[in-house]
């Protein structure tokens, strides 16, 4: 099983920039795919990017296309969400989540596969 840990989230100006982190650990040496989803008071969970497991990364959400970038760190077990450009429709508890599933994964698929997620972290864009 895996554990993540999120961290990076905090309060900036409109157009700013922030990179959260995901601390990721496991006790077996089995890779997974990983994810962004971000959740605004009053709505639903969204996904907002996805790497699988081949490194993969799928087109992101329309709302962060351009402004948001995902990437794995150099040794495979750190997530990151780069954020520039941000806006107040941004503000929202960010989370990490990981999968196992073997097969064509992405923030758009059904959450079911989505079965390990960290506790979040919350990015407020304000002025």
């Known amino acids: 099983q895996a554990q993540l840990v999120e961290s990076g989230g905090g309060s900036v100006l409109p157009g700013g920039s922030l990179r959260l982190s995901c601390h990721f650990s496991s006790d077996t040496d089995r890779k997974f795919n990983m994810a962004w989803f971000r959740q605004a008071p009053g709505k639903e969970r969204e996904g907002v990017a996805s790497?699988?497991?081949?490194?993969?990364?799928?087109p992101y959400a329309a709302s962060v296309k351009g402004r948001f970038t995902i990437s794995k760190g150099n040794a495979k077990n750190t997530l990151y969400l780069q954020m520039n450009n941000l806006k107040p429709a941004d503000t929202a508890m960010y989370y990490c989540a990981a999968s196992g599933y073997e097969g064509p994964l992405s923030h758009r698929s059904p959450r079911p596969l989505w079965p390990i997620w960290g506790q979040g972290t919350q990015v407020t864009v304000s002025s």
């Open positions: 790497i699988e497991m081949n490194d993969y990364i799928h």
